[in-house]
């Protein structure tokens, strides 16, 4: 093979996602077919979108593997580094301050994720990079919650706050080019089929507080933290394989004691997640390594009639077109109001979203935001492919 | 401006400080100047943050660097007269 043909072969994104996974196994063969500024700017590319940047530069130092690389890359991961460590310095102390607001207020809460698990499982926080911190909270605290994040200066999101299809409200605050973002949940998935299959008080169980993040800071502990990210990906994003997800999984699992993976397969069975949980270390182990234990352990769980039928692993390989998404969340829904709420909220959201997302003032605009919708549904429906199809029979 | 050495100088509140491989990376966020420091840059801005004066910090610095004194004043000035330049340190009244 030519080696133009060859670098145009790994400036795929598909491949050059898996070059950046062979890296992060610590193979450093992958490093080979990278030359040239454009293969070299995919990677990057690509190791950022990933979010896996820091930490392969990370690795790549502690393996020995750092002066393989060019004085470009070097230097473009370095000033990544610089960067991020800077913004994670920034995002401590703004979410310190979040935190001690609600603790002082007597608002419990969890933070979920990334945010949490930069501090717990990453050998240095920066080495995770979030957008976003997730912070779980009971039902009840909602409206305090809101009330505090408004006092320190939050703005909500009101078009990303629907209540009757999403169980999380957005929250952010700018300074000068730094914008921060909360979302507070009161469930785990905005999906009716995983919303309720971890409740706040199961996660404070076992949860680990985060010193560095103050005195109320606490995080789920690494049994339910497993479980969450394997839902998460699933649930939220298509069966999505982002490195930096994979890589919580892989750090996560390595932590487990055997003890905790008893405990995390007993879960994944009670919950009806083990082909989500299976399916999750499945693609960890085959991008990043790692996860043997877990796979072990679930064994033959996979082939059992039981697991096949979980309704959860229908989510598996994404949920496809919006219909087939709207129809896996009915299913999931349990019972017919919530199955009609579910509805009703997607036709019909409420005014405030309304207002936001259509820039709609007063009544009149108001109702003509509520036709615009319901036509743009209509003819959504109507040409979708699913409808084309019925007609065509 | 010009830094006396009988001043003393602290970190503004909106500075941020970050450590990474013994190099600093210091970002005001009012301003959005970002700077980076080399290892004895890092260790300049570090004994003139902490110590009673300049002076004092220029004493120490000369103590554990083989140098000349009067290079060594001209950088530490140099550094400081930049960092508070560029909103990254402020003079201590």
Redesign the interface.
């Known amino acids: 093979m030519l080696p133009a043909d060859r670098h145009a072969t790994i400036s795929a994104p598909e491949n050059m996602a898996a070059l950046v996974a062979s890296l992060l196994r610590g193979e450093p063969a992958a490093l080979e077919p990278l030359t040239g500024a454009e293969a070299e700017e995919s990677f990057l590319d690509t190791a950022a979108e990933h979010g896996v940047d820091c930490v392969l530069r990370h690795l790549l130092k502690q393996r020995g593997f750092w002066l393989m690389l060019s004085p470009t890359l070097k230097a473009a991961l370095d000033t990544r580094?610089?960067y991020e460590?800077?913004l994670?310095?920034?995002r401590r102390?703004e979410l310190k301050r979040v935190l001690d607001g609600l603790y002082e207020h007597d608002v419990k809460t969890l933070i979920l994720k990334g945010a949490g698990l930069a501090y717990t499982h990453y050998p240095t926080p920066?080495l995770r990079p979030c957008c976003d911190v997730d912070l779980f909270i009971r039902r009840d605290q909602l409206l305090s919650a809101s009330a505090r994040l408004e006092a320190l200066g939050y703005t909500r999101m009101s078009s990303m706050s629907r209540e009757a299809v999403h169980t999380q409200w957005m929250f952010e605050l700018r300074?000068?080019?730094?914008c921060y973002a909360v979302d507070l949940h009161w469930a785990i998935s905005n999906r009716p089929l995983f919303a309720r299959m971890l409740s706040f008080d199961e996660l404070a169980g076992g949860a680990v507080p985060v010193p560095l993040l103050g005195e109320g800071a606490a995080t789920p502990g690494a049994v339910y933290a497993l479980l969450f990210s394997c839902i998460h990906r699933v649930a939220h994003h298509n069966d999505s394989h982002l490195l930096i997800w994979l890589f919580d999984v892989k750090l996560l699992a390595e932590s487990l004691t055997s003890n905790e993976w008893e405990l995390f397969i007993d879960l994944a069975n009670t919950k009806r997640l083990v082909a989500v949980c299976r399916e999750t270390l499945a693609v960890t182990a085959a991008l990043l390594g790692g996860c043997e234990e877990g796979l072990q352990r679930f064994g033959n769980l996979v082939e059992n009639a039981d697991v096949v039928s979980e309704a959860s692993a229908a989510y598996l390989g994404g949920v496809g077109s919006r219909w087939r998404s709207l129809a896996l969340d009915l299913r999931g829904a349990a019972g017919a109001a919530a199955k009609l709420r579910l509805i009703t909220g997607h036709a019909f959201p409420d005014s405030e979203y309304m207002r936001q997302a259509y820039s709609a003032t007063g009544p009149l605009g108001l109702a003509g935001a509520y036709v615009r919708r319901a036509a743009t549904g209509a003819w959504r429906t109507l040409t979708s492919p699913v409808t084309r199809t019925w007609i065509a029979r | 401006m010009s830094v006396a050495f009988e001043d003393r100088v602290q970190v503004p509140a909106d500075v941020?400080?970050?450590?990474?491989d013994g190099?600093a990376?210091l970002?005001n966020?009012?301003t959005?100047t970002?700077f980076?420091l080399d290892e004895i840059g890092t260790r300049m801005w570090t004994l003139a943050t902490t110590a009673d004066s300049i002076q004092a910090a220029y004493e120490t610095l000369k103590n554990e660097y083989e140098v000349d004194p009067n290079q060594l004043r001209d950088d530490l000035a140099t550094l400081l007269d930049t960092l508070l330049e560029h909103g990254l340190l402020e003079v201590r009244r």
């Open positions: 580094a610089r460590s800077l994670e310095v920034a102390s920066y300074r000068g080019s730094l | 941020l400080l970050s450590e990474l190099e990376v970002l966020l009012k959005e970002y980076g």
